[in-house]
């Protein structure tokens, strides 16, 4: 009678879904306004910019402590009854990270077409999870990736693989999300970077240790709501200032066509150097909408691949799908998730127009005396620098530019060089709005990051909690050991991830794109293969997981940290620059440099670090080697293999089909 | 109509899936890479009104819309396989 009553009334909660994230959202406008009314009445700005963390944080962790189980089902998969469109709110904030809040429009802004990589990658792979896994994974009933593999797979050495490579690509991501909200709250509201990593830290334990997936879920509903809405704000005021029309993703187009032509003037002013054929240099323009000029067309491609099938690999993406009620929920989920994301990556290319159409009117080809002030205030945090110094202010750039010879007293192109994550934050500024935006715009890039922080730390610390703790040590261990297991290593996962940010480890931001690759070159031929082809076997699913994660991990460590050793020993050569097809660095002079040979592992300033490979290949789309082999491999050596029992192929007959209990019934 | 359980039943319900599956990563490939690869001469074609050229457009909207409504799309393509053979779950 008990649990009767406890089920009517989380019936009665599920009812209210939309009225309570109706009326927060209603909250969150108005405390907007309370704050825009605070700053008219002369509240100063960096009280405002605190107000918006705390306040912000403060709601989060009440929903985190609110939405506290102890239930084992509730805490792994949110009792798998979130319905799929709220699910796919929580899917968008889980997925899009302080890279895509802040860093995307900046890299847009950077590359031009190029840049666009991204934004489809980081789409199109929501395709392949609904149409090739996520729906399979439903039916199968896992609390986690591993549970798959192992039971798929027979045996703990298919599930310990699936831990390694998920810790692998988890553990850099978290620590890139917690060191993100340290740069946004240093950056923004003049906090102590380590400071604001703790701060981050307590935020994202208050809302996943007590309630697990179930917390994590609602907390990251209320996340969304936040950084739609600050993502949007800026350009949709940006677009009705300039065009008269609130559709920024509709106004761009006509910036393009003035970038374009502003392009062409300063090329002809003399005030740039255009990158062509015969020589690019760095400092040389690369016009906005003209392809393959920062990539090649392998490794536009080759990235777009590696995000789009590294989506569909990623252990917190995947987990998200296995808390619907159903299957066909399942895959509603996926379609409303990617509806989600989209609001936010197809306005990101606005902002980079926006943005550079400003750049390009009212800095470039400027006067120097005539240079809009709100580059100061970026300058002063080293994120400008004009003729190679901190643009701090007027003084500094007038005699900065004044000991070049023969400057024109005019800002050229090369003169000026921009942080990239300046082009979201500083927007409402170029827009001269009041500083309340500005501060909403911070409160959504932590949003974004600490949602995503959540999420890879529940798919971290469940992996070890469930997957390494009680399926390998102690299958016996009683609920209350299990959930005390989980949060201890939540806790213990989250503080060493906010030490290792604390440190500002230099690659962190770069080993992001990293995870996919892994994720891609580890999980994605067995777990699709598992699903489509009966005759995978346990041999080789385990030699494809070790080959293909192997030679992708192998690539990205040796271009990275040991150039010279893949010099000498792999055959590997130097990238070519996409516009000439000359070698970015002559490896034979580097290697002579005595700077350099020492350098072993390779520095972060080493020339080649990053900038050798096979194929002309970017280490980002190691990918592209690791998951080819992969398939090639769990094909070759299942075929060598005796065929799966009769019982698996019947397993594998009842994922198929979403009717029906799910495969793997946890006791709870 | 096959018996739910029987052997052919069960084949017939994943040949189409499989068959599904197949239709909708074509689409996928073709806007997440084919129509990219001709990006240089669709960027000569600007959309009217808007001023977007076509093959930016592309890859910053285009495709992102069609992925989009694909899913929608496949979503409920997918279950309608399902509920034909008596394999979803509301049955």
Redesign the interface.
Known sequence: MATQSSTDASDAFYKQLGRMYGLYTGGFVAFIVLLAILEQVGVPNKVLGYLFVFFTLAVYAIIGVATRTAQLSEYYVAGRRVPAFYNGMATGADWMSAASFVGMAGSLFLLG?DG?AW??GW??G???V???VG?YLRKFGAYTVPDFLSFRYGGNFARFLGVIVLVCCSFTYVTAQIYGTGLIASRFLGMQFELAVFAGLVGILLCAMLGGMRAVTWTQIAQYIVLIVAYLVPIVILSTQHYGIPIP??TY??A??EITAREQQLVKDGLAVLCTQQACPPGTLRPH?Q?FMNYT?LN??GI??CM?VGTASLPHILMRYFTTP???EA??S??WS??FI?LL??SA?AYAAFSKLEVYTNIIGRDLNQIRPWLFNWGELGLIQVCGKNATNLETVLAACKAIAGHPGVMRFSDFVINTDVIVLSTPEIAGLPYVISGLVAAGGLAAALSTADGLLLAIANALSHDIYYKMIDPNAPTIRRLTVARVLLFFVAVASAALAATRPSDILAMVGWAFSLAMAGNFPALTLGIWWKRATTQGAIAGIIAGWGICLFYLVTTRYFPQAGVNYFGMSSLLNPETRQPLIDVAKVMADARWVADVPASAANPMANRVGWFDLNNINCGLLGMPLGFLVIYVVSLMTPEPSKEMQAFI?EI????GRTVLEEKS | MAQPDSPANQEAHWNKTTRLMWIHLGTWFFFGYVVHMFVIPLNKIVIPILGFPLGFYMAAQGSLIVFVVMLFLFARQQNQIDRDHGYAEDQ
């Open positions: 077409y666009l934004v489809l789409t199109g929501f395709v392949l609904s149409i090739l729906p993703e509709l187009g006509k393009i066509l909408i392809p067309p536009f491609f777009i691949f789009m159903s299957v066909k895959r509603d996926v379609a990617l509806l989209f990556y197809f290319p007959d198929r089909k979403p009717r």
